[in-house]
């Protein structure tokens, strides 16, 4: 019997009400999670992230198993791959190697948005665009015009475009190097990283506006005074006395594949 992607949504969405890391008193982020299909985001074929016995990990390919594959695209604590050693390994079978892009699981999404808090209106850069699901996330919270998304890999910047016009939104996906951020959009009252950093870049700090939040997965400790940047960061705001202070929130689990190399963006296998 075929399953239903609709009902599983709001089954998904029941569970995380009662998780103790789900929307809390977010409502707005119940109500946008409800609205976004997330297997229109999802490849046909992605891999399953634990390893069986042999070492590799299984496909689950839509055309063969769809109820399988939609019950894996709404599991709320299992991440799906989507690439592996950065496509150099085709979706043709079970297979094993480096997670270089994924899908984050729902709740380590919700977990993410609830902490960045967006606001409708806010100007949001996301380092990270991945399958597009969580840009389009954002960008039904904060409005036309307001997501500004960069992912390293082109292909998969062009697959994000794809699917995020096939739902009528309208985040611009830059392609590129995250490390710089995006200054021409800027500032930001939101910028969020999807994958673990091991230190803020001072151009991310300058482009958040005072009293914003950045939120970033650390790889390890967290250095949050890059060399040479007099800003100050830290876990409370007090908006207007620097430009790009205001706070910054470290996440316990990245949340996706590599989208900035050059601060040591690491390569999630959580996703």
């Known amino acids: 019997m ?7 949504r709001r089954r998904c969405a029941e569970e995380m ?36 016995a042999d070492g590799l990990h299984s496909l689950i390919d839509r055309a063969e198993r769809p109820n399988a594959w939609l019950k894996a695209v709404y599991s709320t604590g299992a991440p799906l791959i989507t690439q ?23 709740g380590v999404i919700i977990e993410l948005l609830r902490h960045l808090a967006p606001r409708t209106g806010d100007r949001v850069l996301e380092l990270g665009t991945g399958t597009g699901y969580t840009t389009a996330l954002l960008a039904t919270r904060t409005g036309p ?9 082109p292909g998969i910047a062009a697959q994000a475009r794809r699917n995020l016009d096939g739902l009528g939104l309208d985040p611009l996906v830059i ?5 710089q951020g995006n200054p021409a959009a800027g500032p930001y009252d939101r910028i969020v990283a999807t994958a673990s950093v091991r230190r803020i870049p001072r151009a991310w ?13 650390p790889r390890q400790p967290l250095r949050l005074r890059p060399a040479g940047t007099t800003h100050r960061c830290g876990w409370h705001s007090r908006p207007g006395a620097l430009r790009g ?13 590599s989208a900035i190399r050059g601060v040591g963006m690491a390569r999630d296998r959580q996703r």
């Open 17 to 52: 009400d009662s998780a103790s890391r789900g929307f809390g008193n977010a409502a707005w982020l119940k109500d946008v999670f409800l609205s976004v299909p997330r297997e229109h985001f999802v490849p046909a074929r992605v891999w399953w992230p634990s390893p069986r």
């Open 84 to 106: 592996l050693d950065d496509g150099r390994v085709p979706p043709a079978g079970p297979a094993k190697g480096h997670f270089s892009s994924s899908i984050s699981s729902s």
């Open 175 to 179: 392609t590129g190097d995250g490390e």
């Open 145 to 153: 015009g307001t997501v500004f998304s960069m992912e390293v890999d």
């Open 2 to 8: 075929p399953v239903d992607a609709a009902a599983l």
């Open 245 to 257: 202070e205001g706070r910054v929130h470290a996440l316990p689990r990245p949340a996706h594949a």
């Open 205 to 217: 700090l300058e482009q958040l506006r005072p009293g914003g939040v950045l939120l970033a997965p």
